[in-house]
C-alpha cells in the first residue's frame, strides 16, 4: 500500500494555519516552552526556523523577541504564501528561503544562526536524513547557540508509543465536535487527511516507510545524534504525548592559549 500522500504539504497549508491550534494536542503551550527556552539565555538575535509552515512559531517569537531577525525555510510554496500573509507585520524582519531540508540549506544563510528550531517537520526524514540535518545545524550555529526541535517522536516502549497514537485520534474526534462552523470546510480537510495519517500509523503500524511519511523514531536515539553532531546540555526539555522537544548547545569557542 503507497504510504506517501504526495499533496498533503501544499493542499494542507490553509488548513494547517486555521486547525494545527485546535486539533494538535497543547499546539500553543508546547510553542510556548520551546520560546521560554530560547529566551533563558537572552534573546537571540538571528533565528533560524527549519519547516516553518504557515509561521505561527515565528510570529510569536518575534513578538517576544522585538529586536530579533527571522528566518523562515520550508520546502512549500503554498505554506510560503500563508507565511507572508501572517508574517507581513514583520516584513523587514523576517528572510524566505525555499529550501528541502535535504538541500543545501546552509548555504543560504548569510550568517550564523544564534538559535534553530523546528516543529514538526524532522520526522518525515529517515535516520540518516535526520542526523545529517542535526549535523548541519551543529554547523551553523555560533558557538552558545541552542537547537531545538519540537517534533513527533516515539518513546522507549511499543505499548507507550501506541498510546500516543491513540490519544492524537481520540483528540481530533473530540475536537471535530466542537467546530465553529466558520471552519468547518477547514476541519473537514483536516480530517480527510487524518485519515491518511491514521491509516499510515495507526492501521498499518510497524509497516515500511519512506521519505515523507511520519518516521516517528525514538528521543533518545535522536539526543544521541545530537550529542554525536557535537552539541552538549542535550536534554528532552518537554514532552507531551506523541510530541517531544529535544535539544542541544553547540560548546562556546574555546579561547586561544
Not at 521560554?36 to 510569536?60: D, H, N, R, V
Not at 485520534?169 to 467546530?179: A, K, N
Not at 548547545?249 to 586561544?256: G, I, V
Request: charged share 25%; glycine share 6%.
Amino acid at each position: 500500500m503507497p504510504q506517501i500522500d504526495n499533496d498533503r504539504f501544499e493542499s494542507m497549508a490553509e488548513c494547517y494555519d486555521h486547525m494545527a491550534p485546535r486539533f494538535v494536542p497543547r499546539y500553543d503551550a508546547l510553542q510556548d516552552e520551546v520560546i521560554a527556552l530560547l529566551l533563558a539565555e537572552g534573546q537571540p538575535q538571528y533565528l533560524l526556523e527549519l519547516g516553518a509552515g504557515s509561521g505561527i512559531f515565528l510570529e510569536k517569537t518575534l513578538k517576544a523577541c522585538p529586536s530579533a531577525h527571522a528566518v523562515w525555510l520550508d520546502a512549500s510554496e503554498d505554506f510560503e504564501r500563508v507565511a507572508r500573509r501572517r508574517l507581513a507585520p514583520f516584513a523587514d524582519r523576517v528572510e524566505f528561503i525555499l529550501c528541502s531540508l535535504t538541500d543545501d540549506w546552509p548555504a543560504r544563510l548569510r550568517q550564523p544562526a544564534d538559535a534553530i528550531c523546528s516543529q514538526s517537520a524532522i520526522h518525515h526524514l529517515e535516520s540518516e536524513g535526520k542526523r545529517s540535518v542535526y549535523r548541519r545545524c551543529f554547523e551553523v550555529l555560533r558557538p552558545g547557540g541552542w537547537f531545538f526541535n519540537l517534533d513527533e517522536m516515539s518513546t522507549l516502549y511499543d505499548d507507550a508509543y501506541r498510546r500516543t497514537l491513540a490519544y492524537w485520534v481520540t483528540h481530533v474526534e473530540r475536537s471535530s465536535r466542537d467546530v465553529p462552523e466558520s471552519l468547518a470546510l477547514y476541519a473537514r480537510a483536516w480530517n480527510e487527511k487524518f485519515d491518511g495519517w491514521k491509516k499510515r500509523n495507526v492501521e498499518n503500524i510497524g509497516q515500511p516507510k519512506q521519505p515523507g511519511d511520519d518516521i516517528h523514531e525514538g528521543y533518545v536515539p535522536q539526543m544521541r545524534w545530537l550529542h554525536e553532531a557535537g552539541f552538549v546540555n542535550v536534554d528532552l526539555f518537554v514532552k507531551f504525548q506523541l510530541w517531544s522537544a529535544i535539544g542541544g548547545q553547540k560548546p562556546l569557542a574555546q579561547a586561544a592559549p
